[in-house]
């Protein structure tokens, strides 16, 4: 879900000191300065935030939540990353919230089920505010058929958190394939 109801302007600035800017100086120092994408994947801790992972690419399904967040079209946006002018750039409106779910495979994460026909992606498109984006999907003949464990990340928008979430499950009970799991707590209180 994005924005992340628990990082407030104090959390985000405590995450930026004492680590991102860190790894960036760190890099620098060495001679291999960042340029580019840079998650950061954390877990909130009654110590507060820590270092699960790093990775140069965009998180995933998290991208698919984040990115359509932007006011801006995502190449002027790595451009300016390129270039070193991001810090000129306003990314983020002050409104509106995005949930994503994603649907997993029967067996996920361990031995997951492939190559179930999957229905009512149009239907669940059809909802306004909903994107359906694929990951685990391959079209076998004519039909769409699961392929990977996480099939699917549907993403809804709205005004607020729960406005979004609304949507997002509404747009889940359209979609189905044998075996789909997915959580049902994603954006509750």
């Known amino acids: 879900l994005a924005p992340s109801p628990l990082v407030d302007a104090a959390l985000s600035g405590r995450i930026m000191d004492t680590i991102v800017d860190p790894v960036l100086a760190g890099m620098a120092a060495e001679g291999t300065p960042f340029i580019g994408v840079l998650y950061c994947g954390l877990m909130l801790t009654p110590d507060g935030p820590r270092v699960i992972e790093f990775n140069v690419r965009f998180g995933d399904p998290e991208a698919q939540v984040v990115l359509p967040l932007l006011d801006l079209e995502l190449a002027p946006i790595l451009m300016a990353a390129a270039h070193g002018d991001l810090g000129n750039l306003a990314l983020f409106p002050s409104s509106g919230a995005r949930v994503g779910v994603v649907l997993a495979s029967g067996g996920y994460p361990a031995a997951i089920e492939v190559g179930h026909a999957i229905t009512g992606i149009e239907e669940a498109e059809a909802v306004p505010g909903v994107h359906v984006f694929h990951a685990g999907t391959r079209l076998n003949g004519n039909a769409l058929v699961t392929a990977g464990g996480r099939v699917l990340t549907v993403v ?11 949507v997002a499950y509404e747009a889940v009970r359209r979609i189905a394939f044998a075996g789909m799991q997915f959580r049902t707590d994603i954006g509750g209180s």
């Open 156 to 166: 809804g928008e709205g005004d607020t958190m729960a406005a979004a979430r609304a």
